[in-house]
């Protein structure tokens, strides 16, 4: 096969030559620099992955990997070119998703979908209700999905990782969906911050943070960063923004209020739920 030769494997069980840029040996499981190849000898397959790609040892899946193609190998006689281009694209697709798991710092927990039914909202009346502005209590259920997102770099030095989440919340009494929010939960290593950015359609949006104390128990909060519509501003504008998340295993449990100015008066909006994991 083609490769070239220059530091050798240090460990038994790989007679093959390494290159002089490879990064690991799945075999002797030596890194050495950054570049990414294969090859073969005999019946080994040897990989090498670049660091930046995989920051973790994956020679436990690559081995696996090395026995069950080296066997449909022997079994079909297919052309190795095939199954060495099968064996590099299936690795390297399953070491970037297990980068990414490892990636997300506190925020991998929150990973799943979660579902609840013990919220309970207290939000301001409308009208229609005919106790405009009065505190009322509605129970609810809800569904919140969330998934890892995508990172971002800010001002050349803040390195930001992210799950994005959608969250469905439905009145008890009726089932009929009462609030939708989709937004980030995002993690700022170097600054130790943990951020909580989120839009609902009432046209208001939120960037709330805090520094990460606790990493099963988020605490963010902003009077500054609210963005709404010109409507909401002039009738019912966001003044403040508090929440605490905790998630423990499969359980999740938040608290918020949000302070608001409506009817002409301050108004404490709140709501808090627990939750189960019931996906991964
Ligand atoms: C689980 C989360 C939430 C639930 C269940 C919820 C529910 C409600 C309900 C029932 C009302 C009363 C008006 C109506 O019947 O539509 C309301 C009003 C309001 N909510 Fe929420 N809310 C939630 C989260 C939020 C968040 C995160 C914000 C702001 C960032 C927010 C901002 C407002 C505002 C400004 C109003 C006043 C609008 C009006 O009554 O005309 N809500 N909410």
Redo the contacts with the bound molecule.
């Keep these: 096969m083609g490769f070239s030769a220059s530091a050798g494997c240090a460990q038994g069980g790989c007679s093959l030559p390494s290159r002089a840029r490879l990064t690991l040996c799945c075999f002797c499981r030596k890194f050495t620099s950054r570049d990414f190849s294969y090859h073969y000898e005999g019946e080994q397959f040897c990989i090498s992955f670049p660091e930046k790609i995989l920051p973790f040892d994956p020679s436990q899946w690559a081995m696996a990997w090395h026995k069950s193609i080296i066997k449909f190998y022997r079994k079909r006689k297919m052309n190795r070119k095939y199954i060495a281009i099968l064996v590099i694209g299936l690795s390297l697709a399953g070491g970037i998703a297990h980068a990414d798991e490892n990636s997300l710092g506190p925020l991998a927990k929150m990973v799943g979908v979660w579902e609840g039914d013990k ?1 309970n ?1 207290v ?2 009346a ?1 009208k229609s209700t005919g106790a405009i502005g009065a505190p ?1 209590a ?1 129970p ?1 259920f ?1 569904r919140i999905s969330i998934v890892p997102g995508a990172g971002a770099t800010n001002a050349s030095e803040q390195d930001l990782v992210t799950v994005q989440y959608h969250q469905e ?1 439905f009145r008890k009494s009726d089932k009929k969906k ?2 939708d ?1 989709v937004g980030y939960w995002i993690w700022d290593k170097k600054f130790n911050t943990i951020l909580h950015s989120y839009c ?1 359609p ?1 046209a ?1 949006c ?1 960037t709330a943070e805090g520094k990460l104390e606790d990493p099963n128990k988020f605490e963010v909060g902003t009077d500054r960063a609210i963005a709404e519509s010109i409507f ?1 501003k002039n009738n ?1 504008t ?1 003044r403040m ?1 508090n929440m605490s998340m905790a998630v423990n295993g499969d359980d999740m449990k938040y608290n ?1 209020v ?1 302070l ?1 100015t ?1 009817y002409g008066k301050d108004f404490s ?1 709140s ?1 808090s739920n627990t939750l189960k994991r019931v996906k991964q």
Excluded: C, K, L, N
């Design positions: 919220g909202d939000a301001p409308q009322a509605s609810y809800e919340v009462f609030h929010q609902i009432r208001v939120i909401m019912g966001t923004f918020q949000i608001t409506i909006h709501d």
